[in-house]
C-alpha cells in the first residue's frame, strides 16, 4: 500500500470530495475514470490532457498502462505515473483503485459495500475515503508524543 504522508491523504481526500460534488467522472475516460480524477489533483492536468498522455503512445487502461510503465521513458503517461509514485503511490494502488480491489480497503467498509463497484461515482468516493482513513491512521502510528510530564520536568530542570 501507498506511503503515508499528508500531501497524499489531503489529494486522496480532495478527489472524493471533487467526486462527490459532481467532477466530471467516466470511468471508460483515461482522464476522468478512478485513477485519472486522482491524477488530476496530483498532476493539475487536466481530464483531457491526461486522456492525450494515456493515448499518445499505448492504448489500455490504467492497469495495461502502469503493466507497460517505464520510469526512464520521458514518455508522458510515464512521466505521470512516476509523478504519482513520487507521492508515495504504488503501480498495484493505481491497479486497485482502478477496479476497487484492494482487499485492505475493503474490508474497512460496512459488509454491504464489501464488494464495489469500479464505475460508481459513489463507490469510488467511499474507497477513497476509506483509503485516505486508513493511511491517516498509519501516519498517525508513527508519531510519538512525548510524555509531558515527563517533558515538562526536563524543561524544569533545564531552566534551574
Known amino acids: 500500500m501507498a506511503t503515508p504522508n499528508l500531501e497524499l491523504i489531503a489529494a486522496l481526500r480532495r478527489t ?3 467526486l462527490e460534488q459532481g467532477a466530471p467522472y467516466q470511468w471508460g475516460h483515461m482522464g476522468s475514470c478512478n485513477c485519472g480524477n486522482l491524477a488530476q489533483e496530483i498532476s493539475q492536468l487536466t481530464k483531457t ?3 492525450e498522455y494515456a493515448m499518445r503512445n499505448r492504448q489500455g487502461d490504467w492497469s ?7 520510469p526512464i521513458s520521458n514518455q508522458p503517461m510515464d512521466l505521470l505515473i512516476t509523478k504519482m509514485t513520487e507521492m508515495g503511490l504504488t503501480l498495484s494502488d493505481l491497479k486497485n483503485l482502478e477496479k476497487l480491489s484492494d482487499r485492505s480497503i475493503l474490508t474497512r467498509l460496512p459488509s454491504e459495500f464489501r464488494y464495489l463497484q469500479h464505475n460508481r461515482r459513489d463507490h469510488v468516493v467511499m474507497y477513497i475515503r476509506a483509503w485516505a482513513d486508513i493511511l491517516e491512521e498509519q501516519l498517525l502510528a508513527t508519531i510519538h508524543l ?3 510530564e515527563n517533558y515538562y520536568q526536563e524543561q524544569l530542570i533545564l531552566e534551574a
Open 64 to 70: 495495461e498502462q502502469t503493466d507497460a510503465y517505464c
Open 146 to 148: 512525548v510524555d509531558l
Open 49 to 51: 490532457e491526461i486522456h
Open 16 to 18: 472524493a470530495k471533487r
